[in-house]
C-alpha cells in the first residue's frame, strides 16, 4: 500500500484507540473536558454507554491495524477501504446528529485515506 495511505490508516487507527480509551477508561474524568457541551452530571449515569461506544471504536481501530498487517496487496487495500467506509459513515452520523465537528475529526482522514487508496489503486 502507499505509504501516505498507511500514515493516515495509522492515524485513523490511533485516533480510534484514543475514542476507546475515553470512553472506556476515562469518562468521568479525562471526557468531560473533550466533551465539554455534554452536561456534567450525565457522564455518571451515561458510563455504560460510553464503553460500548468505546468497544465499538476499539474493533474500527483493529481493523483498521490489520489492514495494515495483510501480506496479499490486494486484501490489504479491500480491508482498509471497508474498515475506512465503517469510519466515514460512523462521521458522517455523527456529524448529522451530534456535531459537525466529528466528521472534521473522525470521517475526513478516513476519507482522505480513501480517496488515496483508490487513486493509488486506478492509476
Not at 502507499?2 to 495509522?10: A, P, Q
Not at 448529522?96 to 476519507?111: D, W
Request: with cysteine; aromatic share 16%; charged share 10%.
Amino acid at each position: 500500500m502507499l505509504l501516505l495511505s498507511k500514515i493516515l490508516i495509522g492515524i485513523v487507527a490511533l485516533l480510534h484507540l484514543y475514542f476507546l480509551w475515553l470512553e472506556m477508561f476515562a469518562w468521568t474524568t479525562k471526557a468531560k473536558k473533550v466533551f465539554r457541551n455534554f452536561h456534567e452530571d450525565l457522564f455518571e449515569p451515561t458510563k455504560t454507554m460510553a464503553a460500548n461506544q468505546g468497544l465499538y471504536n476499539g474493533f474500527l481501530a483493529a481493523g483498521l491495524i490489520w489492514s495494515l498487517l495483510i501480506q496479499d496487496s490486494i486484501w490489504q487495500v479491500y480491508v482498509a477501504l471497508f474498515f475506512l467506509s465503517c469510519v466515514v459513515i460512523a462521521g458522517s452520523y455523527g456529524a448529522f446528529t451530534v456535531s459537525k465537528k466529528i466528521f472534521m475529526v473522525q470521517g475526513l482522514p478516513a476519507m482522505l485515506g480513501i480517496i488515496i487508496l483508490l487513486i493509488h489503486q486506478f492509476l
